[in-house]
């Protein structure tokens, strides 16, 4: 085995403890493209053995992560010399390119740009995620689960807010039944994953959130009225 599994808890010393050159390949378990890669970064972790140690960290479960690092596509691998970051390949490309960055770090000299422009997520949970998000009117997204009794109190007021204010987009997430697209809200939007869970977003923003007893009809209404400068009835 080449390539070890770093998380967000031993980032900071996996980094900091090597000398040389570090690859991190960001991936998810949804991500078709990300499981074409493994075998590729078995392949770089075995021809640089001793002069790059090679990680993989599952984004989904390393959210701080990805958030310190900006990663906004999948697959990502992030390239690094002595801690500093130097350069970042998206999307799934060939062993030589890998290769060639990792090349590079050691050389010290990283092109300005190796790797195309991300391109759309194409899954289907996160292509889901990202409409909700990216609506043009403030929205309301609950996250809701159907084995936890606070998860029920709070979906009592959620349909309450629903059916006295039936002008506001709202969409019911049910995490069982699409947990992907749950996950897949959590990491676009940096919003820890909870159930339940209120939030408003609009053109890929959190405008605010809340969880567990902070879930009321007037608590909702309240947030519109900040948001919207007026009544959410009106």
Not at 186 to 194: F, I, P
Request: glycine share 6%; net charge negative.
């Amino acid at each position: 085995m080449t390539v070890s599994v770093l998380s967000d808890a031993d980032r900071a010393a996996a980094l900091s403890a090597t000398t040389g050159v570090v690859v991190v390949d960001v991936w998810a378990a949804w991500c078709t493209p990300c499981r074409a890669l493994a075998p590729l970064m078995e392949r770089l972790g075995a021809d640089y053995a001793g002069r790059a140690t090679v990680y993989k960290l599952d984004a989904d479960a390393n959210s701080d992560t990805v958030a310190a690092y900006d990663v906004r596509a999948l697959p990502t691998v992030l390239i690094f010399r002595e801690g500093a970051l130097l350069q970042r390949v998206v999307g799934a490309q060939s062993y030589g390119t890998y290769g060639a960055a990792v090349e590079a770090a050691l050389s010290g000299a990283v092109p300005e740009r190796i790797a195309p422009p991300p391109v759309a997520p194409t899954d289907d949970a996160t292509v889901r995620a990202t409409t909700l998000l990216d609506a043009s009117a403030p929205t309301l997204v609950f996250k809701h689960s159907n084995s936890c009794p606070v998860s029920f109190t709070a979906k009592r007021e959620y349909d309450q807010f629903v059916a006295a204010h039936p002008h506001i987009p709202t969409h019911l997430v049910v995490v069982q039944q699409e947990r992907p697209v749950s996950q897949a809200i959590a990491r676009l939007t940096r919003v820890e994953h909870e159930s339940p869970q209120a939030l408003i977003v609009r053109e890929g923003t959190v405008l605010w959130h809340t969880s567990h007893g902070g879930i009321t009809a007037s608590r909702l209404a309240e947030a519109f009225v900040t948001l919207a400068g007026d009544s959410p009835g009106a």
